[in-house]
């Protein structure tokens, strides 16, 4: 009976240390003005950006606005970012918008 109550305690301490570690992470931010959201169960904390907004700048000068603005719009929720200008800089956004293909294997992003 004393070690399960001991067990207990220990659990909960443990537990109570992740918290307060977890506060003073997020009191370090320097970019605490801006939205975050924590998404997932490692609680990554992703900056929360105007999808819709980016992708309709990046598709101006597109021939097929509506085709450009859905795989644009699918691939900056995936990958939580849209590269500078109308056409080019994908390597700017990573790997997951540079290499997102589609199920013919062409690339996916505009």
Not at 43 to 54: F, H, V
Not at 60 to 85: D, H, M, Q, Y
């Amino acid at each position: 009976m004393a070690l399960r109550v001991f067990l207990v305690l220990g659990v909960l301490m443990v537990s109570l240390a992740m918290v307060s570690s977890d506060i003073k992470i997020e009191e370090e931010l320097p970019f605490i003005n801006q939205t975050l959201v924590i998404r997932g169960g490692n609680r990554r904390l992703l900056q929360e950006i105007d999808c819709t907004g980016l992708c309709k700048e990046r598709c101006s000068l597109s021939s097929r606005p509506n085709l450009c603005n859905r795989a644009c719009g699918t691939c900056c929720f995936r990958c939580k970012c849209v590269p500078p200008g109308t056409s080019g800089n994908r390597e700017l956004c990573g790997n997951c918008y540079a290499e997102m293909t589609t199920h013919s294997n062409k690339t996916k992003c505009p």
